[in-house]
């Protein structure tokens, strides 16, 4: 079946350093989402991206959808402790999987 | 207030025991979705539904059982079957099709302890 795994499974960053997690589908997605996850509490959608090669920003968090549309990343400029929690990506249409996840620590 | 709501917050369950944790939302989303979490891990999908009446297996659907009689509930049934059941369950819905607002809303979770 699909899976969709995540690299690193930990980052551990010092604040102000850069932060970057890559999502691997084994098939080709339609369009994949990412989700932030505060400690304790539930995913929180972030961004969805749909075109080949696509590139999103939201203040400091990148987003890119690959040519083949079956990896994805998200890269943060100059972390912030409030950026702390996991970050999954996800996709599917009707069966929808999310990415094993990336932890992310900011030491302050 | 539009949102999905999952109930209770907490939950402990005696070995051998059913427990049903509920999931309710006024989102209008025909899609619906369990989901568990372990300390530490990702989230695993347990059962979905697209439509009433119908659902499909998830990855981990041993041991959970489900059903999808109206749109807006879809509670989830952890059985006796289940040997390791104590995790953080999520309930999610979403509209479905590949277009602009395909996300998932997340109810807040469920946590069973088995005691």
């Known amino acids: 079946g699909q899976q969709v795994m995540q690299i690193p499974q930990y980052q551990h960053v010092q604040e102000g350093e850069d932060f970057t997690t890559y999502c691997n589908s084994s098939?080709?997605?339609?369009?994949i989402q990412w989700y932030k996850q505060r400690p304790g509490g539930h995913p929180v959608f972030l961004i969805q991206l749909v075109k080949s090669g696509e590139v999103k920003k939201q203040k400091r968090l990148t987003f890119q959808f690959g040519e083949a549309k079956k990896n994805s990343s998200l890269h943060i400029t100059a972390t912030q402790t409030t950026d702390v929690g996991t970050y999954f990506c996800?996709?599917?249409?009707?069966?929808?999987?999310f990415g094993t996840g990336t932890r992310l620590k900011v030491l302050a | 207030d539009g949102g999905i709501t999952q109930s209770p917050k907490y939950l402990f369950r005696k070995e051998g025991q059913n427990v049903t944790l509920s999931c309710e939302q006024n989102?209008?989303?025909?899609?619906m979705y369990w989901y568990r979490q372990d300390p530490g891990q990702g989230l695993r999908l347990i059962y979905y539904s697209q439509i009433v009446n119908d659902f499909q297996k998830g990855d981990i659907a041993e041991g959970y059982s489900v059903s999808r009689e109206k749109k807006e509930s879809f509670p989830l049934t952890v059985t006796s079957a289940q040997k390791n059941p104590t995790a953080f369950y999520l309930c999610?819905?979403?509209?479905?099709?590949?277009?602009?607002?395909?996300?998932?809303?997340f109810g807040q979770g469920t946590r069973l302890t088995v005691v």
């Open positions: 996800a996709g599917g249409t009707y069966k929808y999987i």
């Open positions: 098939t080709t997605l339609s369009n």
């Open positions: 989102l209008n989303h025909d899609a």
């Open positions: 999610a819905s979403r509209v479905l099709g590949q277009g602009a607002g395909a996300e998932a809303f």
